[in-house]
Nanobody, 117 residues
Framework: QVQLVESGGGLVQPGGSLRLSCAASGITFNFFRMGWYRRQAPEKQRELVATITRFGVTTYADSVKDRFTISRDNAKNTVYLQMASLKLEDTAVYYC??????????WGQGTQVTVSS
C-alpha cells in the first residue's frame, strides 16, 4: 500500500520560513520523480510548485523560484520543500506526489500552509 505523508505545515508570518516533509512508503522511492503541488483555494486547480527527479534534477514554478528548494533523501524515502521569504499568496494546501517511470502517480493528503500577519 502506497502512502505519502506530509508534515511541517502551519502558520507563519510573511517573510518567514517553513520546511515541509513527505515520507513515502510502499514504493521504490529512488525510482520515482517526487514533487509538490499546491491548491490555493478549493475552487482553484492544483498547481505545480516543484519537482525533483531520481537523479536530483529540479524544476520550479516561476512564482517560487529562488525562494523554495526541493530536495530528497533516498535513504529516508523522504522529499522536502524548504520555503523561504513566504508571501501571503503562498497560502495553500501543499500536496506531495510521486510519479513512476510508467506514469503511475500517487498523492498525499496535503498539509496546510498559512502565511498571515
Amino acid at each position: 500500500q502506497v502512502q505519502l505523508v506530509e508534515s511541517g505545515g502551519g502558520l507563519v508570518q510573511p517573510g518567514g520560513s517553513l520546511r515541509l516533509s513527505c515520507a513515502a512508503s510502499g514504493i521504490t522511492f529512488n525510482f520515482f520523480r517526487m514533487g509538490w503541488y499546491r491548491r490555493q483555494a478549493p475552487e482553484k486547480q492544483r498547481e505545480l510548485v516543484a519537482t525533483i527527479t531520481r537523479f536530483g534534477v529540479t524544476t520550479y514554478a516561476d512564482s517560487v523560484k529562488d525562494r523554495f528548494t526541493i530536495s530528497r533523501d533516498n535513504a529516508k524515502n523522504t522529499v522536502y520543500l524548504q520555503m523561504a521569504s513566504l508571501k501571503l499568496e503562498d497560502t495553500a494546501v501543499y500536496y506531495c506526489y510521486a510519479l513512476s517511470a510508467t506514469s503511475s502517480d500517487y498523492w498525499g493528503q496535503g498539509t496546510q500552509v498559512t502565511v498571515s500577519s
